[in-house]
């Protein structure tokens, strides 16, 4: 007879700067929601991210379908707080690098697919 477990632990931890990782991974739990919303399959994620565990990351997809709105609202947070980030350093890029930025942006959206 199989035993059937109570629960299961999910391998979430979070860091000293409050970010969520998977089990003892640097992988942030928003990389593999994300993967996740694209349609991603928990093989595929271990692919992407081979340090990651496959009854990991069924565990985690598992803990977010019950807690979508806790898990939504943390990514929400993580994604204003980078954005904040990102602003606060561009403050300080000199004139040289707004403009490589700009001609690096341009030449990465020639490239994608679909742009003329």
Avoid: C
Wanted: cysteine-free; aromatic content about 6%; proline content about 4%.
């Amino acid at each position: 007879m199989v035993a059937i477990p109570i629960s299961i632990d999910v391998p979430l931890q979070t860091d000293e700067h409050g970010k969520i990782r998977i089990g003892g991974t640097r992988v942030l739990l928003e990389l593999v929601i994300r993967a996740f919303w694209r349609g991603e399959t928990a093989e595929a994620i271990v692919d992407s991210y081979p340090t990651l565990k496959l009854a990991d990351v069924y565990a985690v997809i598992a803990y977010y379908l019950t807690h979508r709105a806790e898990v939504d609202a943390y990514i929400q947070q993580a994604d204003a707080n980078s954005a904040r980030i990102q602003r606060d350093i561009e403050v300080n890029y000199s004139p040289d690098t707004l403009a490589l930025r700009a001609r690096l942006r341009a030449l990465r959206d020639e490239k994608r697919p679909g742009s003329s």
